[in-house]
C-alpha cells in the first residue's frame, strides 16, 4: 500500500523572483508595445468587418420597423378618426330622426285629441240639446199640470174660506191673473 504524499508550499522571499513586476520594466517596453498595437489592430479588424456591420443592420431593421408601426399607428389614427366622424354622423343623423318622429307623432297625437274632443263636445252639445228640450217640455207639460193643480187648489181653498167654491171658471180666471203678473 502506496503512503500518501503531502505537498508542502514554502515562502520564497521578493528577491528571489528576479525583481519586480514584469510590465513595469523597461527592458519589456518595446515588446509589450507592440503586442499592444498588434492585438489593436485584430480586434478593431474585427469590430469593423464583423461585429459593427451586424449592429448596423440590427439598427437599421429596428428603425425600419419603427417607422413601419409609426406609419401603421398615424394609418390607424385616421382610421379611428374616421370612424369617430362617421359614428358621430350617424349618431347626430338619429337624434334628428328622433326629433323628426317625436314632432310628428306629437303633431299626430294632437289632432288626433283635439278631433276626438271635438267630436265629445258634439256629441255632449247633442245631448245638451236633447235634455234642454226634454227638460223644456217636461217644464210646459209640469206647467200645465201646476196650472191645473193651482185652479183645482184655488177652488178648495177659497171653498173651505167661504164655505161656497167658486166656479171653475172664476178660479182659472184668478190663476190666470197671478200667472200673469
Known sequence: MAQPTQATTEHVPASEHGGG???????T??????????????LYAMVSKIAL????????DRRSRIDG??????RLKGDADAAVA??????????????????????RLAAESEAHRKSVEAELADKLAAAEKS???SKTAAMANVRGIAVD?????VGRL????????????????????
Not at 518595446?30 to 489593436?40: D, G, T
Not at 334628428?96 to 306629437?106: F, G, M, S
Not at 187648489?153 to 181653498?157: C, P, R, S
Request: hydrophobic letters at 55%; one cysteine or more; a neutral charge.
Open 69 to 74: 408601426d409609426l406609419a401603421e399607428a398615424v
Open 153 to 157: 187648489a184655488t177652488g178648495a181653498i
Open 53 to 60: 456591420p451586424r449592429m448596423a443592420g440590427i439598427l437599421a
Open 135 to 137: 227638460i223644456a217640455a
Open 29 to 42: 517596453y518595446a515588446s509589450q508595445l507592440f503586442w499592444l498595437a498588434l492585438c489593436f489592430v485584430v
Open 162 to 181: 167661504l164655505g161656497k167654491a167658486p166656479s171653475e171658471a172664476a178660479a182659472a180666471a184668478a190663476v190666470d191673473h197671478v200667472l200673469k203678473r
Open 86 to 107: 362617421s359614428y358621430e354622423k350617424a349618431l347626430a343623423d338619429a337624434r334628428n330622426r328622433a326629433h323628426t318622429i317625436a314632432t310628428e307623432t306629437r303633431e
Open 21 to 27: 513586476f514584469p510590465p513595469f520594466k523597461a527592458e
